[in-house]
């Protein structure tokens, strides 16, 4: 048997692609839908029109997309500048920023018990002379709390006046220990050293500026050994007790960066160090804890105070822009890049991270390329609406004019081939075998990207549906329906495309009358593979007209009884 081509034989590698013959054109920057042939003023606003980018260079530069595995963008637009500067226009570069991962949790203000100052009694006595009366009271360093009367501390302060008398180092130290050990401050110890006289009532002072957190005395109470009399509390910093969840624990170290706000106060991004990731996990809430230390110089910050706590985690230089630049889309996310002279054009770009406004770019774009802050949603509107326009030329034209190549040609016969080859085993009485029809499938992988918005983009996927459908073909019928399916999805291409290249090399389109249904041959005799149906050859036309047969239509007198 022979075909139109060898079944067998395909042509991969193909490197032209079509081009549409076009005339340049020509729009108005204001409105776009107005489009003329030559150059000008636009009739509704008076400004000069500007060249509209051409098919052919819309098709190359996506054909270029393609090859690069990038989608392609849409059209570019020139805007007269007065435009732009009555629409305000801004752009910014695509820069390096370094930030990372936000973890966002929330915690609680605490005391930093390293700044806490307990004083305890170590011997019996009575309070006197109480200074401050009550917890919050404010004290400095150096500021007499109060007294203490201790039969216990007047021994050992005799003794201790005594050793200095006698001038023996070994008696002043062992006495000076004691007192010190009996809870006796140092400064106290130097003033009787300077004095010479024990004290009646021994005071104590504040060795810390701060708060007064804690008081369990009141004048004339007895204090007992090992009773907390007075908690003083400095806030210069405090403690930020934070919540972070499981999951995020791994990715916190001490050298994370953390920034606290507290809402109730009207603080944000206060900056803070991690003092401790706490090693265990509270089996209720499925949560860790970190303690930040915050400073506090104005006193502000109170415990029990909510704050909002973020970690930045993976920092790193990354290519960025304004978030605000990003257009959303079903298709991805877009930007609006400024080419200068007033041509801007919308590309797709993969984002990444985003962080205080700004947003990370993977993927389509590079340092420095001008960017369209504000505005860009009219610019982007523009250019989707000139596209439209453009795609609608595109679709609109005829079969007839597009400039296939001649290894394009031959994977599209590669279709043709696959009708030949199921007619021929059908009327030989023989099941077609889908391995056969296998490199025809495939040729849409190839073509598709190059012929997309033309007529051709649906004739070709009707074709490569109806080949895929009969992957699963068991009977004759399902054949002879397949058959038909991939005939008169070829028909708008074999009568309006390249007619004459068919004529030519012998091929005849048939259809079964009575049951509306085609084939293709190469024989002279009709050959029915449908079994049924009177034959009725479609004759090739003398002229391609400007548009093709629709799918389904035979040409009237198109036919002739095959007898």
Excluded at 252 to 270: E, Y
Excluded at 341 to 356: A, H
Excluded at 520 to 545: C, I, R, T
Aim: glycine share 6%; with cysteine; hydrophobic share 40%.
């Amino acid at each position: 048997m022979r075909y139109l081509i060898p079944i067998l034989f395909l042509v991969f590698n193909f490197m032209a692609f079509p081009a549409v013959a076009q005339a340049e054109k020509y729009t108005c920057p204001m409105h776009p839908h107005y489009v003329a042939d030559r150059p000008g003023t636009c009739p509704i606003c008076g400004m000069d029109l500007v060249a509209l980018e051409t098919d052919e260079k819309a098709d190359n530069r996506a054909s270029d997309k393609m090859d690069k595995g990038q989608s392609p963008t849409r059209t570019v637009v020139t805007i007269d500048p007065e435009t732009i500067q009555n629409t305000g226009v801004r752009s910014e570069n695509a820069q390096m920023a370094s930030f990372g991962t936000l973890v966002r949790s929330y915690g609680d203000v605490a005391e930093n018990v390293r700044l806490q100052f307990d004083i305890s009694a170590r011997v019996e006595g009575w309070v006197e002379e109480l200074k401050t009366q009550a917890v919050g009271d404010n004290v400095k360093t150096g500021d007499m709390l109060f007294k203490l009367y201790s039969p216990a501390l007047i021994s050992a302060q005799q003794d201790y006046v005594s050793a200095l008398q006698t001038g023996i180092a070994g008696r002043i130290d062992s006495a000076f220990k004691r007192l010190v050990s009996l809870g006796m401050q140092k400064r106290a110890v130097e003033e009787i050293r300077s004095s010479r006289k024990p004290f009646k009532s021994v005071p104590y002072y504040a060795e810390i500026d701060g708060l007064i957190s804690a008081i369990n005395v009141r004048e004339g109470s007895f204090a007992k050994p090992g009773m907390n009399l007075m908690t003083l509390q400095n806030y210069d910093s405090v403690w930020v007790d934070v919540s972070v969840a499981e999951q995020d624990i791994p990715f916190i170290t001490k050298q994370t960066i953390a920034k606290v706000s507290l809402p109730a106060l009207g603080m944000t991004d206060q900056a803070a160090s991690i003092d401790y990731i706490y090693p265990t996990i509270d089996r209720g809430t499925r949560t860790g804890r970190i303690r930040l230390v915050l400073q506090n110089a104005e006193g502000k910050l109170l415990p029990g105070a909510y704050a909002d706590v973020e970690f930045e985690t993976g920092v790193k230089r990354r290519l960025s822009i304004p978030s605000d630049a990003i257009l959303k889309s079903k298709d991805g996310d877009f930007v609006v890049v400024a080419l200068g002279l007033g041509r801007f054009e919308p590309r797709r770009i993969l984002s990444g991270l985003r962080y205080k406004g700004r947003t990370e770019v993977l993927e389509g774009l590079s340092e420095g390329d001008e960017i369209v802050v504000s505005g860009q949603f009219l610019i982007d509107s523009e250019s989707a609406l000139r596209e439209s326009f453009r795609k609608m030329e595109r679709m609109q034209m005829p079969l007839s004019l597009l400039e296939v190549s001649s290894d394009q040609l031959a994977m599209i016969d590669h279709l043709v081939d696959a009708a030949v080859y199921i007619q021929q085993e059908l009327v030989s009485d023989r099941t077609p075998r889908t391995n056969m029809i296998m490199p025809a499938i495939t040729l849409g992988d190839h073509l598709m990207p190059v012929f997309r918005g033309t007529k051709l983009q649906f004739v070709l996927q009707d074709a490569e549906a109806a080949l895929k459908k009969a992957q699963n073909n068991v009977t004759d019928k399902e054949w002879q329906q397949t058959l038909n399916a991939l005939v008169v999805a070829l028909k708008p291409w074999l009568l309006g495309g390249k007619p004459n290249h068919y004529e030519s090399k012998g091929l005849k389109l048939y259809m079964a009358h009575g049951l509306e249904r085609y084939w293709l041959q190469l024989e002279d005799e009709a050959m029915n593979p449908y079994g049924a149906g009177h034959p009725m050859q479609v004759e090739w036309p003398d002229k391609v007209e400007a548009e093709a047969p629709k799918m389904n239509e035979m040409p009237q007198g198109g036919a002739h009884a095959n007898h």
